[in-house]
Structures are given as C-alpha cells and as structure tokens.
C-alpha cells in the first residue's frame, strides 16, 4: 500500500520562527507530487472541498492545504483591526503585516513537512500569497496556479460597487448569521452560469465558524490589509519563473476578470483559461474541469515542459 501522508484530513501545526502558527491538513501518498492549496481571505482549509482535494489526490498528487493566518485554526495576531474607513481608504494601520509574511507562513509549512519544491495552487487572496511565493522563493516553486486573483495594481481586478456594498455590511457575530452573510454574497459573486448548492454552502460557512480560533471579523480585516500594505505587484509577478496557469471566470463581481488577464500580462509565458460564466466561486459542476487543468499543467511541468495545451 502507499505511504499516505500521516494524519489525513486532521489538523496539524508547524511553527515559525515568529510564533505563528499555521494550522495544515496533509492528503494522499507521500511519493507523491507536493501540491499546496492556499485559500482566499476569510477562508480556512476547509473552504477547499472534500471533492476538490480528492480529485486532486486521484490525479496523483499529494495535497496540503492551509489555514493562512487570522483563520481557522492558525494564529490569530494581536494587532488591532483596521477600521471600515481605514479599508475603504486604502490605509493600512502602520503594525499590518503584508503578503510577504503570509507567504513566509505557507514556506514555513513546507519547511515542516520537509518538502523542497512545490506545485502552488491559491485563489483570491490565496492566489497572492502564492504568486508571491513563486517571486521570492523560486527555488521551491515547481508550478503556480493562480484562481481569480489579481496583481495588486489599481486599475484592473477591482470589485463592483454591489459587492463593496456586501462587504461593508456589519460583520456577523453569530453562527446562524455567518452563514447566512455567506450565502448572500456567495450568491452574488457565484457567476451567471454555476448558481451555489445552498445546503452546501451553508455546511462550509458553519464549518469555517465553528473552527475560527479567533475573531473571524477582525482576522479578516487584517486580511484585507495586508493586501492593501502589499499594493501593486506587478513588478514583483514579472519575475515569476515558474511555469504559471491563469484561472478565471468571466462574470467576477468580486475580483474582475480584469485582474487575471493583468497577472498573465505580468508572468512571462504564463497560460490564461477564462471559464464562461464562472464568477467567484468553484461550484462542484466546476470541480472537475478546474482540477483537470490544474493537473495537466502540473504534469506537464514534471514532463519537462512549461505550456499547458487547452482543449
């Protein structure tokens, strides 16, 4: 039988030389091709589907998923939470840590398990923190995937107006009221062609409250943050070396689409698919289709090449 990678599916902890904390959960064989799942702001680990880790796993990849800082079972920092105004106005408190530390925290976790290189798979905010990986730590990047993310610049991945409504609404303090702030602006920024599994989607907010070590508001206001102290990063995404995939869909009120045709314009030879209808969300009609080209890229990079061929 093959060696599986521990205590699957279960919580488990590295710490950095900082003291933070990064809760992880480790899937499939061992022997497998590492792949590093990183999610977006306000989500844990769980926030990654049992059926998206598991295909991934059947494609022959050993999966580890993250919950990033501020989320989740990892630590929550200390500093105090920049306030509405100071988000809507793009002025980070002097104390935010930045996606740089975020992306310490993920290097951290390989360092933990002792894996030297690494397929990146990250979303949204995830996406970021991946891209950013690939810039400052190549030697340990095999691959990158970046799914409805952007680069920082102001001008392009920007969310609609009806979305920043959605987020400025006042942030939930219990469990039945996450939930239900979840699947209200899930089903606004799901697309136009991939409508949410309510059922579903309530058992992943429930789940994500129910394991928030802290403040789950304040955490992701910090969040926001660091994605604001980090800015444009468009020169930083140009020197990516890694064989880079491009994921998003056309109807993203969240992070527009222009934000993904900028990261492939910044990534040299990065490849770009654009999914009819896909806003900001992975419903399980798209779950195949988004783990098969993830897969084609990352093995098309163990065959010695750098282009992933769409069909």
């Known amino acids: 039988m093959p060696e599986t990678s521990g205590a699957e599916g279960v919580d488990q902890y590295a710490t950095s030389p900082s003291g933070i904390r990064i809760c992880f959960r480790d899937y499939g064989d061992k022997a497998d091709p590492a792949m590093l799942l990183v999610a977006g702001l306000g989500e844990d680990l769980t926030f990654w589907t049992d059926s998206f880790v598991g295909s991934l796993v059947t494609r022959g ?50 360092d933990h398990l ?6 990146l798979v990250g979303r949204s905010m995830g996406g970021m923190i991946a891209q950013t990986i690939a810039a400052t730590a ?16 102001k001008k392009v991945g920007q969310p609609a107006l009806s979305t920043i409504r959605l987020l400025a609404a006042p942030p939930a303090r219990t469990r039945t009221a996450a939930v239900r702030a979840h699947l209200r602006l899930t089903r606004h ?26 403040d789950l508001a304040a955490g ?30 056309d109807r993203d009120p969240l992070v527009d689409p222009s934000g993904g045709a900028a990261t492939v314009q910044a990534i040299r030879s990065a490849q770009h698919v654009v999914i009819p209808g896909m806003g900001h969300h992975i419903p ?17 990079v163990g065959e010695g090449g750098n282009h992933v061929r769409i069909s």
């Open 189 to 214: 920024i799901a697309g136009t062609e991939h409508p949410i599994d309510d059922a579903a989607e309530a058992a992943i907010a429930a789940r994500g409250w129910d394991r928030g070590a802290g």
């Open 220 to 249: 992701t206001a910090r969040q926001i943050q660091a994605i604001q102290r980090s800015g444009d990063r468009t020169a930083q995404l140009s020197k990516i070396t890694a064989p880079t995939l491009v994921i998003n869909g």
């Open 114 to 119: 002792g894996i030297s290189r690494v397929h």
């Open 61 to 110: 990849f050993r999966v580890v998923a993250i919950d990033n800082r501020d989320v989740g079972q990892s630590t929550f920092v200390t500093a105090p939470p920049p306030g509405l105004w100071r988000q809507i106005a793009g002025r980070p408190r002097d104390d935010a840590y930045a996606l740089a530390d975020m992306a310490q925290d993920g290097i951290g976790v390989l």
């Open 138 to 153: 190549p030697e340990r990047v095999l691959s990158l995937t970046s799914l409805y993310s952007t680069t920082g610049a």
């Open 284 to 300: 399980e009609t798209l779950v195949d289709p988004i783990t098969s080209y993830i897969a084609q890229h990352a093995n098309r």
